[in-house]
């Protein structure tokens, strides 16, 4: 799971990079903090999905 967060960090960056290339776009740091959030509650949820159906069995 912590090599898929940082997949999607670095996904995010190259993101953030490819939109300084962009005319009207502007890369922003805090629009990676965001994805890395998100990426990281995702993780959350399926972990506790996970933890659920192996606990039912």
């Known amino acids: 799971m912590v090599g898929a967060w940082v997949l999607a960090v670095v996904c995010a960056c190259f993101?953030?990079?490819?939109?300084?290339?962009?005319?009207?776009?502007?890369?922003?740091?805090?629009?990676?903090?965001?994805?890395?959030?998100?990426?990281?509650i995702a993780l959350f949820v399926v972990r506790m999905y996970l933890r659920k159906i192996d606990s039912s069995v």
């Open 15 to 40: 993101d953030e990079w490819h939109q300084s290339f962009q005319p009207g776009r502007t890369p922003l740091l805090s629009d990676v903090v965001i994805d890395a959030f998100g990426a990281g």
